[in-house]
């Protein structure tokens, strides 16, 4: 994904920082005043993160795009009770969480018809056709959706965020034992799921 | 005994482990096949994970939070400003509470009634689409863009696909929950005007809703300045009733069978006590 410039600078980014730096406190602080454009600044600055993780939650577009725009009102409405305790993104990463848990929790009866993974409702396709249109993505996506959130979200903080063991626990609220137990069944599932990619990936 | 390096061969894997301790399982790993088995498991299922692609998110999110942030501007308000508002508000309590009790006092003398115009012999051209819609539903013959039943998929998809706002309420009161059922939407044409139609059921009964921006329209129904400006027509195609009003820039006509005039239709957008109960009390004024 190709990284903005300006949402760089608002990063308040150093060489080798990469994607754990926080945005700017002032642009935090006048989004704590409700200036719009400070909301759009840190939407810009967080808009393809969360909704990526949103995207793994969601049978569609539409709804991925509906519960990023809850993530980001629901942001925008509990900035001001943020008093940087934790990390920015800890503390943004926790709204996405709960919300994207809920969508789940609401949608866990309509998942067998509409979170179907896109390679089960096409049915079986040679491995050469899945490798050759570089759809690899979209198979460990649909695995993906088969596990459930406990395992789902540290794998997605991890490998789409880009977080650490320790992040990846404040955001959860607990042990960075717990994540590596949790990161392990998830990845254990995916491997069993996708045994017909072996050698592939 | 053997003794295998369990947790330690994640982190090994991941090269998370100090280098003294990297060296120990790379030992072990070399001479113990089960090891090196379990080893290549966690590998692969790194290597899947690894697979799992960032998505941008799409271009049009911000113009959909943007609005919905509009409308809860009062909740999204600085403090300052909101602190204004709330002494305002302490000021103007004593006049507010004199305008209800007026209210109250003209309520108990002359009970507010809704009225409405017989619409004009010949339907409109937001009615005609309406009715051919509803036509549509009823033959079980919709063709729906989107399929749904719940209220802020619909609404947000009737927004961004045509610009039109669709204020249909997510909070429902209990009364609504066996009632009210959305069915889905679709994009129409009105002329040449771009149109939406909603397609819901009040009381196991379809009703069909269409809105278009009032300017696009050849023929639109009057905007009042204060009131919708509803007009009513019955006996139309199929002994359907139409109701056809304006309202902030948009032209709104919704076919239904409901009783007397299909005014119950309007529980979709209207969840407030006192406006149903002014809705129900609908009177068409004949000249």
């Known amino acids: ?201 | 005994m053997i003794r295998h390096p369990g947790q330690d061969l994640t982190a090994f894997a991941e090269g998370r482990l100090p280098e003294a301790d990297e060296r120990r399982v790379a030992r072990h790993v070399s001479g113990c096949r089960q090891c090196r088995d379990d080893l290549e498991e966690i590998r692969f299922g790194i290597r899947l994970a690894e697979a799992i692609p960032p998505i941008r998110a799409p271009g049009t999110l911000w113009n959909a939070i943007e609005r919905r942030l509009d409308r809860n501007a009062w909740a999204a308000m600085s403090p300052t400003r909101a602190a204004y508002w709330g002494r305002a508000a302490l000021y103007a309590t004593p006049f507010v509470l004199l305008l209800v009790s007026a209210g109250v006092a003209w309520h108990a003398i002359a009970r507010p009634q809704l009225r409405v115009r017989e619409a004009t012999p010949d339907p409109t051209g937001i009615e005609r689409a309406a009715l051919e819609e509803h036509d549509r539903r009823v033959r079980r013959a919709a063709d729906w863009d989107l399929r749904s039943d719940e209220i802020a998929r619909i609404r947000r998809w009737v927004e961004e696909t045509t610009g039109l706002s669709a204020t249909i309420p997510d909070e429902r009161p209990a009364e609504d929950r066996d009632a009210l059922r959305l069915t889905g939407a679709r994009v129409i044409r009105v002329g040449s005007a771009r149109a939406a139609m909603i397609g819901f059921d009040v009381d196991t009964r379809p009703v069909t809703l269409v809105t278009a921006r009032l300017s696009d329209l050849v023929d639109p129904p009057a905007e009042g300045a204060v009131s919708k400006n509803i007009t009513f027509r019955s006996g139309a195609p199929g002994g359907y009733k139409v109701l056809t009003w304006g309202s902030d820039g948009q032209a709104y006509a919704m076919v239904s069978d409901l009783p007397a005039y299909g005014q119950r239709g309007c529980i979709l957008c209207h969840t407030d006590p006192d406006r149903r109960a002014l809705i129900r009390s609908m009177r068409v004024e004949r000249d």
């Open chain 1, 1 to 201: 994904m190709e990284e903005n410039p300006s949402v760089d600078r608002l990063l308040g980014m150093h060489a080798g920082e990469g994607r754990a730096a926080d945005p700017l406190p002032e642009v935090i602080e006048a989004c704590q005043r409700g200036e719009r454009e400070a909301f759009r600044e840190l939407f810009e600055i967080y808009k393809d993160r969360v909704y990526s993780i949103a995207r793994n939650f969601a049978p569609d577009e539409t709804v991925a795009q509906d519960v990023t725009q809850e993530i980001f009102l629901r942001l925008f409405s509990a900035i001001r009770g943020y008093r940087g305790d934790s990390a920015f993104r800890t503390w943004l990463f926790r709204l996405v969480v709960n919300a994207c848990t809920d969508e789940w929790r609401r949608r866990r009866r309509l998942v067998p018809l509409e979170g179907a993974p896109l390679a089960e409702r096409e049915g079986p396709r040679s491995i050469e056709s899945i490798v050759a249109r570089g759809e690899i993505a979209v198979q460990v996506r649909g695995a993906l959706a088969h596990l459930s959130p406990r395992l789902r979200i540290p794998i997605l903080l991890r490998y789409v965020e880009e977080m650490s063991y320790d992040e990846i626990a404040e955001v959860l609220r607990c042990s960075p034992g717990t994540v590596a137990s949790r990161l392990n069944r998830g990845r254990r599932d995916l491997a069993r799921r996708l045994a017909h990619l072996r050698g592939r990936v």
